[in-house]
């Protein structure tokens, strides 16, 4: 794991991996339950853990530690504008392609890229009817009703396996995002 992270965070909806160079957060991964904690190695990721556990506490806060994601020109351009969606908002994939002048697919092959989850807010992008959508969005055994538990039949379906859709739905509804709107 060290070769990796430079951290390791556990958080109520997965292990966060937190990989940095000397001046920024590189990529966040979504890493199984179960996976190991690991203290940071550097200042970087020290920083990045302190805001990510001050986000989970307060899904309102805006992360300041720099960021340099990996990606094409376009790539960039979309997640800079996913950067810019407040908390408890969204928009839909179709919102950014017109913003982008693109196509809604182009802008959820960018959110699928993403190195950095949850710091650049891809979950924040929705389908065209306030649905999860796109790349993180499954079909079926989807709950609306944010008191229930989210991954309980993901872990019945394979124990310590990360669900993009059960992440998305949580974060979402962390920020105060309501579905069905």
């Not at 720099?66 to 990606?71: E, I, K, T």
């Amino acid at each position: 794991m060290r070769q990796a992270f430079q951290a390791t965070l556990a958080t109520p909806i997965a292990v966060l991996g937190i990989a940095t160079d000397a001046k920024a957060v590189t990529r966040v991964r979504y890493l199984p339950s179960g996976t190991p904690e690991e203290a940071p190695t550097g200042p970087v990721a020290e920083r990045a853990v302190r805001e990510l556990e001050r986000y989970l506490v307060d899904p309102g806060f805006r992360f300041t530690v720099p960021l340099a994601p990996s990606g094409t020109l376009f790539q960039r351009r979309v997640w800079d504008v996913i950067g810019s969606i407040p908390a408890g908002q969204s928009r839909t994939y179709g919102e950014l392609a017109q913003k982008l002048v693109t196509a809604p697919r182009a802008v959820g092959q960018a959110c699928g890229a993403n190195p950095i989850a949850l710091m650049i807010p891809c979950h924040r992008v929705v389908g065209g009817l306030g649905t999860l959508g796109g790349f993180m969005g499954r079909a079926g055994n989807e709950r609306d009703d944010a008191t229930s538990d989210l991954f309980a039949w993901e872990r019945a379906a394979a124990p310590g396996h990360v669900y993009p859709s059960a992440i998305k739905r949580w974060l979402l509804t962390h920020e105060g995002y309501r579905f069905g709107r």
